[in-house]
Each structure stands twice: as C-alpha cells, then as structure tokens.
Nanobody, 117 residues
Framework: QVQLVESGGGLVQSGGSLRLSCTTS????????MRWYRQAPGKERELVTQ???????YYADSMKGRFTISRDNAKNTVYLQMNSLKPEDTAVYYC???????????WGQGTQVTVSS
C-alpha cells in the first residue's frame, strides 16, 4: 500500500521558518522524482519545487532563495525547508511522487501552512 504522509505544517509568523517532511512507503522511493505542490484557498494547485532521482532541483521563481528541497533515500523521505515565510505562502502543501518513465504519480494528504502577518 502506497503512503505519503506529510508533517511539519503549522502556524508561523511572517519571516519565520518551517520544515515539512513527507515520509513514504509502498514504492521504491529512490526511483521517483519528488515534488512539493501547494494550494491556497480559491487558487489552483501550483508546483513549488522538485528534486529528481539524481538530486537535481527546480524551484518556482517566488520560492527561489527561500525554500530548499532535499531527500533522504535511506529514510524514504523528502523535506522542504521554508525560510523567510510570507503570508502569501499560506496554503496546503502536498507531497507528490512521480515516476518519469512509468508515469505513476502518488499524492499525500497535505499539510496546512499558515503564515500570519
């Protein structure tokens, strides 16, 4: 059974930091690119960042320099370090695993991040 479980969300003041974790099971983690998406109320889900199997990273422009994605293949876990948080970062953050060859995609249930001004 595939599981992706996000944790680490919460309420933080503007300028603060949070570290999200996504712990996975039920698939070969090291074979998957890992992504973080977010969805704010009334808005479409957007890609925040990705880390490939090889460790290459991509960040959406508004996250560059503030967010850092990393993965620990031994722990089947991907992390998102978020610094200098802004109220506009408030959203539900979702973990996503993607197999670029098979086209398989798995999602977590999301974790709420709220940044107060």
């Amino acid at each position: 059974q595939v599981q992706l479980v996000e944790s680490g969300g919460g309420l933080v003041q503007s300028g603060g930091s949070l570290r999200l974790s996504c712990t996975t099971s039920g698939f070969t983690f090291s074979n998957y690119a890992m992504r973080w998406y977010r969805q704010a109320p009334g808005k479409e889900r957007e890609l925040v960042t990705q880390i490939t199997r090889a460790g290459s990273t991509y960040y959406a422009d508004s996250m560059k320099g503030r967010f850092t994605i990393s993965r620990d293949n031994a722990k089947n876990t991907v992390y998102l370090q978020m610094n200098s948080l802004k109220p506009e970062d408030t959203a539900v953050y979702y973990c996503n695993a993607v197999h670029n060859v098979l086209g398989t995609s798995y999602w977590g249930q999301g974790t709420q991040v709220t940044v107060s001004s």
